[in-house]
């Protein structure tokens, strides 16, 4: 996924009516964070526990951001489903989550943050995957991208910038360099890099 692909898909769900799509991807794509640590997931009650929270057919809602996670200064810090790492964003340095967050009302900023506009409640993730696909389609975002490549994207964008590989680790939370490392795609970063410092050396040379 790369920023046009989000640019496109965040203007066509708005016009569908569907910025908890435009805001999940936004986020997704700006901080790496993988789609269930944004929209969340439905797990079964286990027997002897309390049915609180949001619960549905015996399932409830859990690990999503809320809008308790942004806090006063716009900063998510989460624990990563997945891995347990704690990892923070700094919401304020995401111009796309920032300019979609200014279209959700004072008073709907409460609970969790993306909510199914059909159903008020938060996404199942096949219905998630099919709605997206649906913005997806009417923007022109190629098939073969999925949501899921929003944090690929994200790390692979932070690489193309030139972000060392320890701190994209850091941003998604990865246990080794090596996992990060295959979430980049094309590496052009490094391809940059790597010619740059070969343009220095003939400059060298030819000057020597």
Known sequence: MQLAHVEAFATKAQ??????????????????????????????????????GIVINGRRWQNGLTWSDLAADLVIRKAKTKTGAFAAHDLKLCPIVLDLLKHVPTDRRVGPLIINEATGKPYAEWVFTREWRKVAK?????????????????ITEGDEAGADLDSLKTVAAHATMSTTARYVRGRLGKSRAVANLGLKHRASQNGA
């Open 15 to 52: 016009e569908m009516g569907r910025l908890s799509l435009a805001l999940a991807t936004a986020i997704q794509f700006e901080t790496a964070l993988r789609q269930r640590d944004v929209i969340g997931e439905w797990m079964p009650i286990t027997d002897g526990s309390e049915a609180a």
């Open 138 to 154: 009417a923007a022109g975002v190629p098939d073969e991208v999925r949501n899921m490549d929003a944090r690929a994207g994200a």
